[in-house]
């Protein structure tokens, strides 16, 4: 079974920053495409970005230039660093991932829980 989980929501103030981190556990071999999504109260979830495992990255408009999606392989982790943190970043942010498990022919999508991102003075 693989499991998902991110680490790293919290209270920021606007201009702060924070890093999300996603790591991926149980029979995971190896971690495909991967992105960070998020979901703010009343909206749907949207993209915000992805990394591919030959490294091609896609951002939302509303982020770039101030999130940076990466991996480590090693780890099985996804990171988001989020730098110049605005009031309109703040939602329940999500990891997805395209795994490669064990005894799995192909690589499947899972999603974490969510963890909570407040950008607030």
């Known amino acids: 079974q693989v499991q998902l989980v991110e680490f790293g929501g919290g209270l920021v103030q606007p201009g702060g920053p924070l890093r999300l981190s996603c790591v991926a556990s149980?029979?995971?071999?190896?971690?495909?495409?991967a992105g960070w999504y998020r979901q703010g109260q009343g909206k749907m979830r949207q993209l915000v970005a992805t990394?591919?495992?030959?490294?091609?990255?896609n951002y939302s408009d509303s982020v770039k230039g101030r999130f940076t999606i990466s991996t480590d392989n090693a780890k099985n982790t996804v990171y988001l660093q989020m730098n110049n943190l605005k009031v309109e970043d703040t939602g329940v942010y999500y990891c997805?991932?395209?795994?490669?498990?064990?005894?799995?022919?192909?690589?499947?999508?899972?999603w974490g829980q969510g963890t909570q991102v407040t950008v607030s003075s």
């Open positions: 990394i591919s495992n030959y490294g091609t990255i």
């Open positions: 997805n991932a395209d795994i490669w498990s064990m005894g799995s022919p192909k690589a499947r999508s899972y």
């Open positions: 149980g029979s995971t071999l190896s971690i495909d495409t």
